[in-house]
């Protein structure tokens, strides 16, 4: 049997989704991202879980897009699915499964507690964005990079833009500069930087204990609300720029360049 991507555990009324992709610094394959839709959507139907704690193993909490994937052609290692679909479509495909995802967090009626230390790029950023409260520890790096790939942040900006100022927006989302656990806490990202992030998650969760089920999902209700409005009024236009970018020349050149180790050709 396949070892899956994300690992599932519930103990003390806590469901535990273990980001768990060593080979590919857990980028968002569209296997870990079925996997992790599914983590949320047993936590949610549990009545025993009462929070859910989204974390990692390994030294980057999620690298992005998978690129490999991301940049493939259809068929490329499987000539049945040469045909199977066109470009525009697999990209439309992957964009409406972030999508998907991120609501599919906001939306639970339980919070979701971010324990990471670790690198976060990209989509990635979009996970940290949609929890509910994000411990950070010492080892954290940030990072909004598509630009720099011929992309831009389209989906995630969706759960990243509400928690950032507006001119930490302009500055990270056109640089790809890193910064780390602190600078994301006093931008909004992050909800508390910690050397040990297992204690500090640890102590949350005790507080979460001890709110009723019904005032969890209320109380979480009131302060996703604004987030999901904006959400669906934008979720369908961004998931069309962000297939129409990956399915772009100048996105696959920047995607080809990265996995190359090599300089794009627009830049300098």
């Not at 994937?69 to 697999?90: F, I, Y």
């Not at 759960?159 to 806490?185: H, N």
């Not at 640890?202 to 987030?227: C, F, H, M, N």
């Amino acid at each position: 049997m396949t070892d899956p991507y994300v690992q599932y555990r519930v103990a003390d009324g806590v469901a535990t989704l273990t980001l768990d992709s060593p080979h590919n610094r857990n980028a968002m394959s569209t296997r870990l991202v079925t996997e992790l839709r599914q983590g949320l959507a047993d936590a949610a139907a549990d009545p025993a879980v009462r929070a859910v704690a989204l974390t990692h193993t390994g030294g980057t909490f999620c690298a992005g897009a998978d690129l490999t994937e991301a940049s493939a052609a259809p068929g490329d290692g499987d000539p049945a699915a040469a045909d199977a679909a066109a470009p525009a479509a697999l990209a439309a495909g992957r964009a409406r499964s972030m999508v998907e995802l991120l609501r599919a967090i906001i939306e639970l009626p339980k919070p979701v507690v971010g324990r990471i230390d670790g690198h976060v790029r990209a989509g990635g950023m979009g996970l940290v964005g949609a929890c509910d409260i994000v411990i950070a520890g010492p080892s954290c790096t940030f990072a909004l990079t598509e630009a720099r790939l011929g992309l831009a942040a389209s989906i995630i900006s969706l759960t990243v833009l509400p928690r950032l100022t507006s001119r930490a927006a302009g500055r990270y989302f056109l640089t790809g500069e890193k910064f780390g656990p602190q600078e994301a806490a006093g931008l909004g990202l992050v909800t508390i930087t910690a050397d040990n992030t297992a204690e500090a998650t640890t102590a949350i969760l005790e507080q979460l204990r001890l709110a009723s089920p019904q005032g969890l999902a209320e109380s979480k209700a009131l302060t996703t609300a604004a987030i999901l409005a904006e959400f669906d009024r934008s979720a369908d236009s961004l998931a069309a720029q962000s297939a129409r970018l990956f399915g772009s020349k100048e996105s696959l050149e920047g995607m080809k360049a990265f996995l190359q180790k090599r300089r794009p050709s627009w830049a300098r």
